[in-house]
């Protein structure tokens, strides 16, 4: 086992001994590269949404929010090229039925003999490439038929485009202006893997900004620079980030320009988002496809013409396993190991960990007090079972930020331990300035 897969198989193994993601339909053997997000994990992925919704929608007065439907009309999907182009070449084994990509025939081993690549055990049969269309289908209404045909969508991206005059319109926005939407997007993935990185059914968190023709690259490069500042907010290793230019071979269909972020997972540099300059390609094909004129008239200029796009496109998911990666890790401490997840307390779970030292002389009673104060500010968790350093070490691994204790001197004087997850150093404070001084340290401001 290298150290790579021995960092994710630590993490998946502490993402399901704490509640962050289990494997769909475990019970059942599990379904392929589709997951689910536990009670930590949900707060997590939560989280990370909201921080972008607040940076995209909130903190701006050029871009509105929008929840598009996942099925959309399948003529879509055909003026947006998922129905020509959004495929993968694949290669059929006759011998053994599995399936390979034919471009990565060469990283991939052949499941009789794992020590040869697919094609060069003798009994291997392989069929030429053909082309596989990534997008799941399924059929509207009782009949199925050709007519019923419709997709899940494998991006968010075109309910935004088609909704861009009724937005526009509604808010009386003048362009430039964007559109941002979180929501769940679904691609049958040939070569899913590392966890969550690579998955069938995700979320994505998209935004398209319509600019004026000819101010695209400027809007390009702003977007560049605003979201790579978003990533390192969230508290990733600068040193682990970087942008990955796309070359000519690379770019999508309808990109001019396209640059990745990518972060060094275990597993190597990966993308985790997409700035992408799409020109006026998507509007000109629904405006075609559609008959519908989906021009934007400049009254200032009293002109009329299709916006440009320039869209970021981030996976949650993809985030989520980011943080995780970029928070892991195991420290030696009085010659125990101490696994910690150092998360930014903005996007930890649980923002606070109560615990009576002991369950005598009436500490359960005040920590529970305290607990449900607290409680009206922040996510917390309450836990009174075990020793005092086995429940730092399970808050630890949840990535908690803060632990309060209550003890022998709560009780005389109203005060408590408040620990910190990253130094384990502790201060006491009167308990009743206990959410105000976690809201300063969570959130930076008092009273925010
Ligand atoms: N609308 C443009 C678009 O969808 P993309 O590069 O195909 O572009 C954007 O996807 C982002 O969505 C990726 O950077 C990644 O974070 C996430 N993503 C794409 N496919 C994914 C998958 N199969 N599993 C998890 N996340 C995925």
Redesign the pocket.
């Known amino acids: 086992m290298s150290a790579t897969d021995n960092v994710m198989d630590k993490l998946v193994s502490l993402c399901k001994r704490r509640g962050f993601v289990f494997q769909s339909s475990e019970i059942y053997g599990g379904l392929g590269s589709v997951w689910d997000y536990g009670p930590l994990g949900v707060e997590l992925k939560k989280n990370i949404k909201d921080r972008w919704w607040r940076a995209m929608v909130h903190a701006r007065d050029d871009i509105e929010g929008l929840d598009a439907a996942i099925l959309m009309h399948p003529r879509v999907w055909e003026a947006s090229g998922h129905v020509a182009g959004f495929t993968d070449p694949l290669v059929d084994c006759r011998t053994c039925k599995s399936r390979f990509r034919a471009d990565q025939i060469q990283s991939a081993s052949c499941p009789r003999k794992p020590s040869k690549h697919p094609g060069e055990h003798t009994e291997c049969d392989l069929t030429e490439p053909r082309l596989f269309n990534l997008m799941f289908k399924t059929f509207m209404g009782p009949v199925e038929e050709q007519a019923a045909v419709i997709y899940l969508r494998?991006?968010?991206?075109q309910g935004i485009y088609v909704n861009y005059l009724n937005v526009l319109q509604a808010s009386r926005q003048k362009v430039p202006f964007g559109i941002a939407q979180i929501g769940k997007?679904f691609?049958n993935?040939i070569t899913?893997g590392n966890f969550?990185?690579?998955?069938?059914e995700?979320e994505?968190m998209?935004m398209q900004f319509f600019v004026k023709p000819g101010t695209d690259s400027e809007w390009f490069e702003r977007w560049r620079e605003w979201r790579m500042a978003w990533h390192v907010e969230l508290g990733l290793t600068p040193a682990r980030l970087r942008w990955h230019p796309h070359g000519a071979d690379e770019l999508?269909h309808y990109a001019k320009a396209a640059y990745?972020i990518e972060y060094e997972f275990p597993f190597g540099w990966n993308?985790?988002?997409?700035v992408?300059n799409r020109t006026d390609f998507d509007l000109k094909r629904h405006q075609e496809s559609s008959g519908k004129k989906l021009e934007y008239f400049d009254q200032a200029a009293n002109e009329r013409y299709l916006p440009y796009i320039v869209?970021t496109?981030?996976?949650a998911?993809?985030?989520t396993l980011t943080v995780l990666a970029d928070a892991y890790r195991e420290e030696q401490v009085e010659g125990e190991t101490r696994v910690v997840l150092g998360l930014a307390p903005a996007i930890a779970p649980i923002k606070v960990a109560v615990l009576p030292l002991m369950k005598k002389e009436g500490m359960p009673d005040v920590a529970d007090r305290i607990y449900r104060d607290v409680r009206g500010h922040m996510n917390a968790f309450y836990d009174d079972s075990g020793a005092i350093g086995r429940r730092y070490r399970r808050q630890d691994e949840a990535g908690t930020p803060f632990c309060v204790t209550v003890d022998a001197d709560t009780l005389s004087d109203g005060t408590v331990t408040i620990r910190e997850r990253d130094s384990m150093q502790q201060v006491r404070i009167a308990a009743t300035q206990v959410p105000e001084w976690l809201r300063e340290r969570i959130w930076g401001a008092p009273g925010s």
């Open positions: 494998p991006e968010t991206a997007a691609r993935e899913p969550i990185f690579r998955t069938r995700f994505q998209e999508a990745d993308e985790i988002e997409g992408h869209e496109s981030a996976g998911d993809r985030v």
